[in-house]
């Protein structure tokens, strides 16, 4: 059968750090497969929570190469909308987690899943096609949209789970992702690729020193690194 430990107000003590955070999430890290651990209290620590960001960033690492061939295959415009919509429904599903560590896991993994065809990927596919000059900048001021959203949702995000408690703060998070959806269905359009002769053409491009010496690629850097 399946053990359960219950850790009554653990939080309330890794809070006022009676206890080394690290010791209590190594152990909780290496415990049995069989052994569920719940822990009560409010106000947890971020690194209780924080080995959910692992599978969040696991399931991007793995998911984003796939969507990358969606939107080559069929564009921005058809995989862009369904990856937004799917994002969001996962989202959602958060506020459901409850009782096994194991669905809050799941939860952001399946968040990484869906949520790995949206964000930078979709926009450098919508920019690249229209932008040979400048592109570098044009990729920086569409990157400064997340930017801007990493700047906002923290002052606001507060106040709405103060009011509506955590499950309100997730569906304030996927109510705000949804508006992406009718944008890139509506106002994204994407360059029609021209046709090209049966001939074998020479694919050209920059070496990485070359790319180094270009204002495009430390505009595009730059961008990166505020986002």
């Known amino acids: 059968g399946e053990a359960q430990v219950l850790?009554?107000?653990?939080?309330?003590?890794?809070?006022?750090?009676?206890?080394?955070?690290?010791?209590?999430?190594?152990?909780?890290?290496a415990r049995?497969?069989?052994?569920?651990?719940?822990?009560t209290g409010r106000n947890a620590k971020d690194g209780l929570i924080a080995i959910a960001a692992t599978f969040y960033t696991g399931?991007?690492?793995?998911?984003?190469?796939?969507?990358?061939?969606?939107?080559?295959?069929y564009g921005v415009r058809k995989v862009g909308?369904?990856?937004?919509?799917?994002h969001v429904v996962a989202v959602l599903g958060l506020t459901q987690i409850g009782g096994s560590i194991w669905t809050l896991y799941a939860g952001y993994a399946l968040v990484g899943t869906l949520g790995a065809g949206t964000g930078y990927l979709a926009y450098s596919k919508a920019v690249t096609t229209?932008?040979?000059?400048g592109r570098g900048?044009?990729?920086?001021?569409?990157?400064?949209?997340?930017?801007?959203?990493?700047?906002?949702?923290?002052?606001?995000?507060?106040?709405?789970?103060?009011?509506?408690?955590?499950?309100?703060?997730y569906v304030a998070v996927a109510l705000a992702g949804l508006v992406a959806a009718p944008l890139m269905l509506f106002l994204v359009k994407e360059r029609p690729v021209p046709q090209t002769s049966t001939t074998k053409t020479e694919v050209t491009g920059f070496s990485l020193r070359q790319a180094l010496r270009k204002r495009q690629f430390w505009h595009l850097a730059?961008?990166?690194g505020l986002s």
Not at 81 to 86: D, E, K, L, M, N
Not at 138 to 165: D, N, R
């Open 59 to 73: 399931a991007l690492f793995f998911c984003m190469p796939w969507f990358g061939r969606l939107y080559d295959r």
């Open 32 to 39: 049995r497969p069989d052994l569920h651990v719940i822990v």
């Open 130 to 133: 229209w932008f040979d000059r």
């Open 7 to 29: 850790a009554d107000e653990l939080n309330i003590v890794l809070r006022y750090d009676y206890l080394p955070i690290e010791e209590i999430v190594a152990t909780l890290q």
């Open 81 to 86: 909308p369904i990856a937004v919509i799917g």
């Open 137 to 169: 900048m044009a990729l920086a001021m569409t990157m400064l949209g997340p930017t801007l959203a990493a700047t906002i949702i923290p002052l606001t995000l507060p106040g709405i789970i103060e009011v509506y408690g955590w499950r309100g703060g």
């Open 222 to 224: 730059a961008g990166l």
